[in-house]
């Protein structure tokens, strides 16, 4: 199964849901839903930069030490993971 989303997807998931969030019109329990619903797409944005990160670290990190994607652990291999 491939991966459906990217990063640019994310972006653009975030500033909808800041769009979402400046509506002058959102009130009251509808205002409250949006404002938990942005805190979860925060938290999850966050775990997803962070796991980039760090395959983005491990990438560097095996071309500088010349480690080929083969020759790295199996938790670390990076094909068709970023």
Known sequence: MGVKNKMADLNNHLFEE???LNDEDLQGDDLEKEIKRANAMAKTAHA???NNTLALNAKKHFDEYG???ADAPET???E???
Do not use: F, T, V
């Open 76 to 78: 670390l291999r990076l």
């Open 18 to 20: 800041m769009e979402r």
């Open 80 to 82: 068709n993971k970023l």
């Open 67 to 69: 480690i080929s994607g």
């Open 48 to 50: 997803i930069i962070a």
